[in-house]
């Protein structure tokens, strides 16, 4: 690291209609360093690293850029500078080739025409040098998974040659070997001098990675320059939250009843999974554990009706339902939070009200109508129980932060108060506060009856809220057993076993 910041940016200020988001953050970064940019969902991290990239401008404040006072009017005059920004949220584009969305922006040329082999020869070489040879770069992006997605995402972001490298969340649907591959690129990256700023809700990727910590509280900041390694966890919690979190998981008050509430009998979808059974009864939380792409998401989203089952059935209260149809399973009493929250379960340009009222719009209606004011006084007292912030909840859904995107949806079926719930990476790129209010919601919900399917990529998730645990590998489910009778490391070995010849 330098003497000298490669970055500084003092008292920066933005203001949106009736929030300040950020009100005079301060951060410093050096090159060859891996910075930390820490803080709760709605703590103004996204904000600030819109400022840095050019795509908001600051209201006040200053940016000082490699020893020099800058001002980005747009993402392109970022990118110029040698400023690179991985977003949670994916600005990838979907119809083009996996080379098109890496050389985008910066495609090889000669005499005015794009050399398309040239483009997929230095996409083939980065996503070589990402560990992932295998994803064709002539692929079309939307046919890859999320994390091939990711993996994408960061690829284009070496591909600008960039200084500083900005990752949000980069880690969020990648399985515990690609993250290892993942710090292997960023140690790289800092050995040539490259700055990375790197933001993840998930502590201890933050000690191996990192160097130093900023914490952000409320658009300010709370603390610089923190020793990444070695400040306690329980500092940086009470530091983001103003108060001390317990990050463990709430006891279990009762046990399931032995009423059958969800019943998949030899499900399968021909190329994603086959032969998957499982019971789930009332109060029971059911657990999917296995490696992005094994089949886990799949699984949920064929019970749900979202993707059509190629053979098997399912029931919920002994009733068959129809497959592939997401109005029958929501009539029966389903429930799902998809993984990918924005472009599977809200609708981004609708207030938080409509979302949250969505499936049970019918029970506001009067003769066809939507009664005065009815649904949002439904959806503001469940949002209030959820401590959706801002607490308004007429405004856009796309102004929240992810982690209260996430308690959007999970309002949505609580108010609809379902039988079935299915929880698709639940607590993904959500901090340490908003994570024990969706774990206490599960506890909740399950003491109330409810029979939960939950999938998360993080081991001790799925140990610390299930009552009994199904591994999934390749898309077949290769063993089940109760949560208390396996530990972290017996789960990994079962979930990585068949990637090990």
Not at 451 to 480: C, F, N, Q, T
Request: glycine share 10%; proline share 5%; with cysteine.
């Amino acid at each position: 690291m330098t003497a000298e910041p490669l970055l500084t940016m003092r008292g920066i200020v933005k203001q949106f209609p009736g929030v300040r988001a950020l009100d005079g953050v301060d951060l410093d970064v050096a090159a060859g360093e891996v910075h930390c940019l820490l803080g709760q969902n709605g703590a103004g991290k996204s904000t600030l690293i819109k400022v840095l990239a050019g795509a908001h401008r600051p209201d006040a404040g200053e940016i000082v850029w490699s020893g020099s006072p800058v001002s980005f009017g747009a993402p392109q005059a970022a990118d110029a500078a040698g400023i690179a920004t991985i977003y949670q949220e994916l600005d990838l584009v979907p119809g083009l080739s996996v080379a098109e969305n890496i050389v985008l922006g910066h495609e090889p040329s000669r005499m005015g025409f794009s050399r398309l082999r040239a483009g997929e020869d230095i996409a083939r070489a980065l996503l070589r040098r990402l560990g992932h040879p295998e994803i064709p770069p002539r692929r079309e992006l939307g046919r890859l998974s999320a994390a091939g997605q990711q993996v994408v995402s960061m690829a284009r972001a070496l591909a600008r040659d960039a200084r500083l490298i900005v990752m949000d969340e980069p880690s969020a649907v990648l399985d515990p070997e690609e993250v290892q591959n993942l710090f292997r690129v960023i140690r790289e990256l800092t050995a040539d001098g490259v700055a990375v700023v790197y933001i993840s809700h998930r502590l201890d990727e933050i000690r191996e990675i990192g160097d130093r910590a900023t914490v952000l509280k409320d658009g300010r900041t709370v603390a610089r320059n923190l020793p990444a390694r070695d400040t306690p966890t329980a500092d940086v919690i009470r530091l983001m939250t103003g108060r001390t979190i317990e990050y463990v998981f709430p006891r279990r008050t009762e046990a399931p009843s032995d009423e059958v509430v969800l019943e998949v009998e030899g499900l399968a979808r021909t190329g994603e999974f086959s032969g998957v059974s499982f019971t789930v009864r009332a109060g029971e939380v059911l657990g999917l554990a296995g490696l992005v792409g094994s089949g886990r998401s799949e699984i949920l989203e064929t019970v749900y009706g979202a993707r059509k089952a190629s053979a098997g059935t399912v029931r919920v209260a002994g009733a068959t339902l129809r497959p592939g149809s997401v109005p029958a399973a929501v009539r029966a009493g389903m429930g799902l939070a998809p993984e990918e929250r924005k472009s599977q379960g809200l609708l981004l340009g609708e207030p938080v009200f409509r979302n949250v009222t969505l499936p049970a719009m019918g029970r506001f209606a009067r003769g066809g109508f939507l009664g005065p004011q009815a649904d949002l006084a439904a959806a503001a007292q469940v949002t209030s129980q959820l401590d959706v912030r801002p607490t308004d909840a007429t405004r856009p859904v796309r102004t929240l932060s992810g982690g209260n995107q996430q308690k959007v949806v999970l309002a949505r079926w609580l108010l609809q108060g379902c039988s079935v719930l299915l929880l698709d990476e639940p607590t993904r790129g959500v901090d340490v506060g908003a994570r024990s209010e969706i774990y206490a919601l599960v506890r909740r919900l399950a003491a109330e009856g409810s029979a939960i399917v939950l999938v998360s990529s993080e081991v001790p998730e799925v140990l610390g809220l299930a009552d009994r645990v199904l591994v999934v590998r390749e898309g077949l489910v290769v063993h089940e057993a109760p949560a208390g009778e396996l530990d972290e490391g017996r789960v990994l070995d079962l979930v990585m076993e068949g990637s090990r010849a």
